[in-house]
C-alpha cells in the first residue's frame, strides 16, 4: 500500500461508521459504535505490531512501536472482558479491579511508548531546534493537553481522594492522555524535519493520531458541557474520530514497516544489479 | 532541527543526497553537517574519501534509531557503493 493510499483510510473508515451510525438509530446505535471500537483498536494494534516486528530486536523504534501497541492490546483485552460470558466469571469486585489494572497498564504502556518515538530525534543525535523553539513547542503541548484532559483528570483525581477507588483506571486514563497529548508536539516537530523523505510518512500519520486522539478527547468534553452527551449525532461526531486516531496510528505503522523493508529491496536489487 | 545548504563537496551531496531519500532533503544535509563536525571536527565541504568509513560510523546511531541495525547497514553500504569504496 502507497504511503499517500495510508492518509485517505482513515477518511474512508470514519466516513463508512458516520453513514452506518446514522443509518442504524438510536436502538442499534451502541453496537456500531462498539463494531467501530474495537476494528479501530485492532487495526491500530496492528499496524504497531507490523512496525515492530518489521525492527530487529534491540532497535529503538521497535521498543516505541511495541509500547504503543502493547497499550492497544491491553485495552483490547479490557474490551473482551465486558462480554458478559467472560465478565461474568469474576465477582463484581474483582471485575473492577482486573479492568481498572488494564486500563492503569495500557496507559503506562501508550506513555511510554509516545515518550520513546518523542525522544527518538534526540536519541539520533541530530541537531536539535534552538532551545526557545523547543520550549514554545512543549509548552504549548503541554497548554492544549491540559485544556482538553485538566477538567477531567480534576474531577476523577477528586472522586479518587473521597475515597472512590473505581475512579483509579479514570484517573490513569486521565493522566495518561494528558502526558501522551503533550508529546504529540514532539512527534509533529520531528515530521515536520523528515518532510520530503520516505520517513515523513509514518511521523506525520503518528502525529495526525494525535492531534485525532485530542480531537476525541476534547469532543468528549464538549458533549458534557453542552450536556448533549445523550444525542446520537453527538456521540457518532466524537467517536469518528477515535475512528481517525486508531486507522491513522496503524496507518502509521505500516507506513513504518514499508520503510524499512524498503531498504531489504533496496539491497536486493543492488545486490541483483552487481 | 537545524539545517544547511548544498555543500558544494560531491562526497557530501552524494551521501546528503542518500540519507534524503530516508530524512527528506533538509534533514539528510543537515545530519552530513552535525555528523561531520562530530566525527571529523570539519564541515561537509571538506570531506575527503577518506572521512567516509568515520563519516559513516558516526552516522550510524542516528540510522539505527530510524531505520533499525539492518537497514542501518543497508544505507550505509549503498553510500560505500556510490562512492566505489
Known amino acids: ?274 | 532541527m537545524g539545517g544547511a545548504d548544498t555543500s558544494g563537496n560531491a562526497i557530501a551531496d552524494r551521501i546528503a543526497a542518500r540519507l534524503s531519500l530516508y530524512l527528506g532533503p533538509h534533514t539528510g544535509r543537515a545530519a552530513v553537517k552535525t555528523f561531520a563536525l562530530k566525527a571529523l571536527g570539519r564541515g561537509p565541504e571538506t570531506l575527503t574519501l577518506g572521512d567516509v568509513p568515520a563519516l559513516q560510523q558516526a552516522l550510524r546511531p542516528m540510522l539505527r534509531t530510524f531505520v533499525g541495525r539492518a537497514q542501518c547497514e543497508v544505507v550505509l553500504q549503498q553510500i560505500a557503493q556510490e562512492l566505489g569504496l
Open chain 1, 1 to 274: 500500500m502507497k504511503p499517500r493510499t495510508l492518509v485517505w483510510v482513515p477518511f474512508v473508515f470514519a466516513a463508512l461508521f458516520v453513514v452506518l451510525a446514522l443509518a442504524a438509530g438510536t436502538g442499534a446505535l451502541p453496537t456500531v459504535v462498539r463494531v467501530e471500537n474495537e476494528t479501530g483498536k485492532l487495526l491500530a494494534a496492528a499496524g504497531c505490531l507490523a512496525a515492530a516486528y518489521a525492527f530487529e530486536s534491540g532497535d529503538y523504534m521497535r521498543r516505541a512501536w511495541l509500547y504503543s501497541g502493547g497499550c492497544l492490546l491491553l485495552l483490547l483485552v479490557r474490551d473482551v472482558t465486558i462480554i458478559q460470558a467472560i465478565g461474568g466469571t469474576f465477582t463484581p469486585g474483582q471485575l473492577t479491579v482486573v479492568q481498572g489494572t488494564l486500563v492503569v497498564v495500557a496507559n503506562a504502556s501508550s506513555v511510554i511508548g509516545t515518550w520513546l518515538l518523542a525522544r527518538a530525534w534526540t536519541v539520533s543525535g541530530l541537531e536539535e531546534a534552538p532551545a526557545g523553539t523547543r520550549w514554545a513547542l512543549r509548552g504549548a503541548g503541554v497548554a492544549v493537553s491540559l485544556l482538553v484532559t485538566g477538567w477531567p483528570l480534576c474531577v476523577d483525581a477528586s472522586k479518587l481522594l473521597a475515597g472512590d477507588l473505581a475512579a483509579i483506571p479514570w484517573v490513569g486514563s486521565d493522566l495518561g492522555d494528558t502526558i501522551a497529548f503533550a508529546l504529540v508536539a514532539p512527534v509533529l516537530q520531528t515530521a515536520l524535519a523528515l518532510r520530503g523523505g520516505a520517513l515523513l510518512w509514518p511521523w506525520a500519520l503518528l502525529t495526525a493520531g494525535g492531534f485525532c486522539w485530542i480531537l476525541y478527547d476534547a469532543g468528549w468534553g464538549f458533549t458534557e458541557l453542552l450536556h448533549v452527551e445523550a444525542d446520537p449525532r453527538a456521540r457518532v461526531a466524537v467517536e469518528a474520530m477515535r475512528a481517525l486516531a486508531c486507522t491513522f496510528v496503524g496507518g502509521a505503522g505500516l507506513a513504518q514497516r514499508a520503510v524499512v523493508l524498503r531498504g531489504y529491496a533496496d539491497a536486493e536489487r543492488a545486490k541483483a544489479a552487481a
